[in-house]
Every structure is written in structure tokens, then in C-alpha cells.
């Protein structure tokens, strides 16, 4: 963290507003755009060459989960490549350009190519990011700061407490490399959109049990996704343990392995899945996924229980969410013990509160994304990308509010808050 009092003389500010946005995954997107269309000054700041995240550079196949209502909407409609058949699968391609316009048109700053680096702040106020790109270290003050980087880089640099995976041990899940393989007959093809409880039998046996017996390990599942392409398909196979996503040592570690695993994998899929005979690698994500990291102290935890419970919080600014448990296995492939896919019944939307999103111990900053305050097991529900598209959304109408009444946004009244976002169409 540097104090603003001594950045003058050691860094040059570059940028100078009302909201600085750090990340531009589905929570960046959402809360740039909800800041912006409400009135307030807005840069998005994105280590990567384009914006969208696990969705985009992540080469991600679907829009996992689900929620309804406010940008996640929005984005489907104006993103959807399929003509309406299945707007949740994702072209990545037509997605990064689509994105960028909707920012473009809202008004916002971005830069690119910058990584969100620490935190500027003066007597526990948070004013600004520091970003460091070709151009070296340059600042970017703001009213208020939104972290949506993932692993809460900004929020822990300014020394917002928190812990990193599982409680007892602090594993965190496995990392995964997604790719694309083409040349696949659709007519014949098989696939396994509900994740690891589910099954086929294919002419030599159980093919999740062929997976675990010829995969190299810890990759061992067999999960297969179309996309908008004929004869192409989005693979959720490649599987790197014991790693931890703010390390750049593992994360360098998990790419490595992760891309080791490719090759032998479609020798798997060519040899074991029908339709998937003559299919061939075409494309793979230009990052890591990282499922799991730092667990931060808000002023609320989200919860299991919560979640079971479709808890309706009085402080609500993210409704109708709703996805399982999906836990990866700490110990290799497949899911955890206390995870919980397709027999997961609580069939409910549940909510989350406006107190996940505001850190305990320093003002004028904002969580959005898989860092707000959840448990490891109610992480593995509200990580997903429709979840944090809104959870950015009601950031960012928080932090627009904020500027607007000249108030830290843990001052905000919240019925100020959720009367804006049912204006953009969150409601219970």
C-alpha cells in the first residue's frame, strides 16, 4: 500500500476521477458499466489485451449458473451467437468485441495491458490504484475503488484481512487450462454438460471411469461442451493441484502442466468417445483458471447455509442467483466430497448482501467477484460468472452512489442502493 501523501514525488498520476475499476472479468464488466450509466466517472483497468476474463482470454464454453434480471441479461441478448437456440454458450471471439462496445458507449476509460498493482490509500481510505505496465508504475485516483481481480490483489495490498482456501488446511481448487478441439460429428457425439456425477456408457466401458484410468493425472474427468462453431467442442478436462493462484511460480507451474495434458487428452477422446474419432486441438485460453484464493473479512459472510436456506437478506444487492456446489477435488480429478452437482436440490434463488462486498477495515473500497466475503463451500456457488456479473453490478451502483452523495460507500443507506438497481431491473 502507498500513502497518497508520498505519491507525488515517486509516481505520476495518469488518471484522475470517480471510480477506478481493477479487473475486467464478468464482475469488472458489470461494475464499470453500472458506475458509468449512473452518472459516474469510470476507468477499467485489465492486465490482459482483452477484456471479459475467464469468459474471453479464459476461453471459457458457457455461462455457468444462473441468475435473472439487471446486465447479466443484457449481455446475453447482445452477445448471443447461437440465434436464440442457446444464448448461454459463449463464441469468445464475438463476446471480447461486444464487451468493448458496451463500455465504449457507457463512457468508459480503459486501459489494458496494465496490471492492477497496489493500493493507494491515506488513514485507511483507499484513493486510487497503483498500475504497472510498459509505461512502469503510474497512479490512478479515485472516490472509490472497486477490487474485481479475482484474488482480491488491491483489497489485500491494503491490508484487508483474509485467508486463502478450505478452512483447517487452506487447499485451494484445482486450476484448469480450457481448449477447444474441432472435427468432432455432432450427429454421433457424446456430452456431458451436468458435470461429474454424470455418465455414459461408450463401447469400451463407464466413460468417467475411463477417464480416471487413462487420463494423466490429477486430469481424470471427461466434461465436453458444444459451442456456436459446427464440429466444435469446449473441453473442462486439464486438472493442476496443490497450487495457489497468487503465486506466479504456480501459476506458471499449472499452465505448464496444464498444457502437457492437452495432447494426451485428445489421444483419449479419439480413441474412447464416439463422434470424437477424428477431432484435433484448435485453440486453448491465453490464461489459467483459477476457481479458488483469498477468502476476505466483510462485514457479512455469505454462507452454505444461506444458500440452502434461499436466504432473502434484508440488505440484498444481488438476487435470483443460483448454481450448486461445485467444489473441484483438492486431491485430483473429479468433484469433492463436499461438493454437490447435479444432486443439488435446492432449486431456489437466493441473495446476497450488501455487507460481503464492504471490507472491514478500510473505506472507499469495493469487492465484486469470486473476493467478496463467502465461506469455501458457499465460494464455490456465487464464483460463477452470471453471479458475478451482478454482484460487479451492485458495486458498481454502490460506488456511483457513493461519489453522487459525496458519502464512504459503507455509509450508503442500502434502500438507496437497491432502489437503483431494480431501476435496472434487479428485483426480488
Given at each position: ?12 498520476v ?39 476474463g ?14 435473472r ?60 490504484v ?9 497512479a ?39 481448449f ?28 468417467q ?42 501459476l ?27 477431432c ?71 441473495t ?33 460468472m ?11 451502483t ?26 435496472q431491473?434487479?428485483?426480488?
Amino acid at each position: 500500500m502507498i500513502d497518497e501523501i508520498k505519491l507525488d514525488r515517486r509516481v505520476p498520476v495518469k488518471w484522475s476521477g470517480d471510480v477506478v475499476v481493477a479487473g475486467a472479468g464478468p464482475a469488472g464488466i458489470g461494475a464499470a458499466l453500472s458506475a458509468a450509466r449512473q452518472g459516474a466517472k469510470v476507468l477499467l483497468l485489465e492486465q490482459a489485451g482483452d477484456v471479459g476474463g475467464v469468459a474471453t482470454t479464459g476461453l471459457m464454453s458457457h455461462w455457468t449458473g444462473k441468475t435473472r434480471g439487471g446486465l447479466y441479461e443484457e449481455i446475453l441478448n447482445r452477445a448471443d451467437d447461437s440465434h436464440g437456440e442457446n444464448r448461454v454458450l459463449i463464441n469468445p471471439e464475438k463476446l471480447k468485441t461486444v464487451l468493448l462496445e458496451m463500455l465504449l458507449e457507457a463512457g468508459i476509460s480503459i486501459r489494458l495491458y496494465t496490471f492492477s498493482h497496489d493500493a493507494i490509500a491515506e488513514d485507511e481510505v483507499v484513493k486510487g490504484v497503483i498500475g504497472y505496465s510498459k509505461a512502469g508504475f503510474e497512479a490512478f485516483k479515485a472516490k472509490v475503488v472497486i477490487d474485481c481481480t479475482g484474488d482480491g490483489d488491491i483489497a489485500a495490498s491494503a491490508g484487508v484481512p483474509f485467508e486463502k482456501g478450505r478452512p483447517g488446511d487452506g487447499r485451494m481448487q484445482p486450476m484448469t487450462l480450457m481448449f477447444k478441439v474441432a472435427g468432432v460429428d455432432m450427429d454421433r457425439a457424446v456430452f456431458l454438460p451436468g458435470g461429474f456425477e454424470e455418465t455414459f456408457e461408450v463401447p469400451k466401458g463407464d466413460l468417467q471411469s475411463l477417464g480416471r484410468e487413462h487420463l494423466p493425472y490429477p486430469a481424470g474427468h471427461v466434461l465436453l461442451y458444444r459451442s456456436t462453431l459446427p464440429g466444435v467442442i469446449t473441453c473442462n478436462m486439464t486438472n493442476c493441484v496443490d497450487v495457489d493462484g497468487t503465486d506466479p511460480d504456480d501459476l506458471t507451474r499449472a499452465t505448464v502442466e496444464c498444457r502437457k495434458q492437452i495432447e494426451p487428452i485428445v489421444g483419449f477422446l479419439r480413441e474412447y468417445v464416439p463422434g470424437f474419432e477424428d477431432c484435433y486441438c484448435i485453440s486453448s485460453a491465453s490464461i489459467i483458471g483459477v476457481r479458488e484464493t483469498r477468502h476476505f473479512d466483510c462485514r457479512e459472510t455469505l454462507t452454505e447455509e444461506d444458500i440452502l436456506q434461499a436466504r432473502v437478506f434484508d440488505d440484498w444487492v444481488v438476487t435470483k442467483a443460483h448454481f450448486n456446489f461445485d467444489i473441484h477435488n483438492v486431491e485430483g480429478s473429479g468433484l469433492d466430497t463436499h461438493g454437490v452437482q447435479k444432486k443439488f436440490t435446492q432449486e431456489k434463488g437466493y441473495t446476497i448482501p450488501y455487507g460481503c462486498l464492504v471490507p472491514v477495515s478500510r473505506r472507499g473500497l469495493l469487492l465484486a467477484g469470486r473476493n467478496i466475503s463467502a465461506t469455501h463451500k458457499a465460494s464455490s456457488n456465487c464464483r460463477v460468472m452470471p453471479i458475478c456479473v451482478n454482484i460487479g453490478q451492485a458495486a458498481g451502483t454502490a460506488a456511483a452512489l457513493s461519489v453522487k452523495k459525496g458519502v464512504a460507500p459503507d455509509e450508503l443507506d442500502v434502500r438507496e442502493i437497491q432502489k437503483s438497481l431494480n431501476d435496472q431491473g434487479v428485483t426480488l
